[in-house]
């Protein structure tokens, strides 16, 4: 099968302009393409498609896909690279039609961008189908022609770093319980030299005095880890890393504030912050990136037990601060604020930190963008600058002390877990009380809630677990490993 892109035309009369590699197939077959086009209908519109059959004895399929305009850029009013989003939805389309056709290996047009191009084909073409008997057939993109191999290579990676995360989060949470997490991404990195991992035990976690973390773990019979990677890409290993840290709730019932049961089978992706930092730094590792990464994830259980927490007890972080948990639903942040303590261990260049925290996320942006807070304006602008390019939008918000004040002002403990007015500004106060465990100058929190699941909002992606903002990750990391913090 073979997927062409074709531009909306400029002119009301005019016909509409193929890419390059349109243009070139259109001639292999003496124009028999732009006529059937021509007879077919009205020009397509961006995301629609045609499908002919028999054109050329190499491609019995070919998908013709509308890309849009032909130099659509950034989109000021959307934060994004429109023309390169345009590329990946309707590339992601056409595989899928010929998916359908069980056609084992598709070739893509690069559209005038191959990273984008292929990020679209292996994205849409991903699912998880790893349980069910029936299968659908496995369909190999590869790039038509070759002029672009490079950035095709690189889109590919990219793309199955966020298909990582995907399959982590999709995966039900009895076969992604905390330890099996912690030896699949184990697995993922063994064949890199630069590459060093630690699934850190319970005993440990104890002896680094993360009495947070160990009290929502203790409500579970699975013992909780602690991941540890480090990626030495840097020209000097000495040099200061860039940190990650991701919340690891394999499974999050609410614990003894317990959550309803209709959708509560999605929190097998509560471990989506832990799920997106470890793939980005698989996908960094794949790239050769020239920087130090180490990544940080907390993993456990959040379940109802007699050991559980229960709401009104005071448990004491790794900084010595002790906390009310008035809300044991609100566990992510306590996995986190032990989690962030550890990594001002290794004067990072920057700690960036992602977790599905709060619903209220999911209730402030949907699935537009991830809500990022942060105490550096150089961290947010490279942050923003990698998602206009990746798609995968980030959006600014407050850390005001405003939200602090609602956290501090607790009547057992120097914080309470949950905002004195309860849900009024939820992720902001989620926010105000990770802050309280952060002394570096450049940190960042990424809630990434309202983006974990996909309904149909983002056209490349089939329904289901996400595995956003990976590529957005991968891309910061990019950018940071060509600059210094001012």
Not at 193 to 206: C, F, G, Q
Not at 403 to 425: E, F, H, M
């Amino acid at each position: 099968g073979l997927v062409l892109g074709i531009y909306s035309s400029e002119k009301e009369e005019g016909a509409a302009p193929f890419t390059s590699a349109g243009d070139a197939f259109d001639r292999l077959v003496s124009g028999k393409l732009r006529e059937l086009m021509s007879i077919c209908g009205p020009p397509l519109k961006k995301g629609k498609t045609r499908m002919f059959h028999g054109l050329h004895q190499d491609f019995p399929s070919v998908v013709v896909v509308g890309l849009g305009k032909k130099n659509a850029g950034v989109n000021d009013q959307e934060n994004w690279n429109e023309g390169k989003e345009n590329i990946r939805a309707a590339v992601a389309v056409g595989c899928r039609q010929l998916q359908n056709l069980e056609l084992p290996c598709v070739e893509v047009d690069p559209c005038g961008d191959a990273q984008a191009a292929a990020e679209g084909a292996v994205l849409g073409l991903h699912e998880y189908n790893e349980l069910k008997q029936k299968k659908k057939p496995a369909v190999t993109p590869q790039l038509h022609g070759s002029a672009e191999s490079e950035a095709w290579q690189k889109g590919v990676i990219y793309a199955e770093g966020q298909n990582l995360a995907r399959y982590l989060m999709e995966a039900p949470a009895n076969y992604v319980t905390p330890i099996k997490f912690a030896e699949h991404i184990e697995q993922k990195l063994r064949s890199f030299s630069n590459v060093k991992v630690h699934i850190r035990p319970e005993s440990w976690i104890t002896t680094q005095q993360m009495g947070a973390f160990l009290s929502v773990a203790k409500g579970s019979a699975e013992p909780p880890v602690f991941l540890e990677i480090h990626y030495l890409g840097g020209a000097n290993t000495n040099d200061s890393p860039l940190v990650f840290v991701g919340k690891g709730v394999t499974f999050d019932s609410g614990g003894i504030s317990l959550k309803p049961s209709s959708g509560m089978d999605a929190m097998r992706a509560d471990m989506g912050g832990a799920a997106t930092i470890c793939s980005a730094i698989v996908t960094a590792a794949a790239l050769n990136l020239p920087l130090n990464i180490i990544g940080l994830a907390p993993l456990c259980e959040n379940m109802p037990s007699g050991k559980a927490n229960k709401p009104g007890d005071v448990v004491r972080a790794k900084n010595g601060k002790t906390i009310q948990v008035d809300n044991t639903d609100a566990e992510g942040r306590l996995l986190l604020a032990d989690a962030l303590c550890y990594a001002h261990n290794f004067n990072a260049r920057a700690i960036v930190n992602a977790a599905t925290l709060t619903g209220a996320m999911d209730v402030a942006l949907g699935s537009a963008a991830t809500g990022v807070f942060t105490n550096s304006s150089w961290l947010w602008s490279h942050l923003y600058e990698a998602s206009i390019l990746t798609g995968d939008r980030v959006w600014r918000m407050p850390l005001f002390e405003h939200y602090t004040k609602q956290v501090t002002d607790c009547p057992l403990a120097d914080l309470s877990n949950i905002g004195k007015y309860s849900r009024a500004g939820g992720a902001c106060t989620a926010a105000a009380f990770l802050k309280e465990f952060v002394t570096a100058s450049h940190w960042a929190h990424l809630d990434i809630a309202g983006v974990m699941l996909n309904k149909d909002e983002v056209p490349y992606l089939r329904k289901g677990m996400a595995g956003r903002p990976t590529r957005t990750l991968v891309e910061f990391a990019a950018r940071l490993s060509q600059d210094a913090p001012s």
